[in-house]
Nanobody, 128 residues
Framework: QVQLVQSGGGLVQAGDSLRLSCAASGDTFSLYTMAWFRQSPGKEREFVAFISRTSTTIHYIDSVKGRFTVARDNGMNTVTLQMNSLKPEDTAVYYC?????????????????????WGQGTQVTVSS
């Protein structure tokens, strides 16, 4: 099983940018589809972004389209989430997640239950 270690995050003002990174180890990273989720206090974990094994399929939740970019480097075993034009409603703990599976039509990429491995979470706080 892959282990995921996150970095990045912090406190920024609205309109600023942040970059989150997730480093994988312990297994062949290119065999995993990856996703980012976030969770605010009192709310369920929410899907943010998805990227398939070879980066050919990418999905975003509507509220971050045009502002966030997910990318992966299979040679460096990392997945990143570049977050631009941040808004106070983006405030949450962000998690990277991995599923040792390939993407197919009907794959429930936005369902946290699909993912077997999770990073430790990193806080993103956006002040207005």
């Amino acid at each position: 099983q892959v282990q995921l270690v996150q970095s990045g995050g912090g406190l920024v003002q609205a309109g600023d940018s942040l970059r989150l990174s997730c480093a994988a180890s312990g297994d062949t990273f290119s065999l995993y589809t990856m996703a980012w989720f976030r969770q605010s206090p009192g709310k369920e974990r929410e899907f943010v972004a998805f990227i398939s094994r070879t980066s050919t399929t990418i999905h975003y939740i509507d509220s971050v389209k045009g502002r966030f970019t997910v990318a992966r480097d299979n040679g460096m075993n990392t997945v990143t989430l570049q977050m631009n034009s941040l808004k106070p409603e983006d405030t949450a703990v962000y998690y990277c997640a991995a599923d040792r599976a390939y993407y197919y039509r009907g794959y429930r990429y936005n369902d946290p239950v699909k993912y077997t491995n999770w990073g430790q979470g990193t806080q993103v706080t956006v002040s207005s």
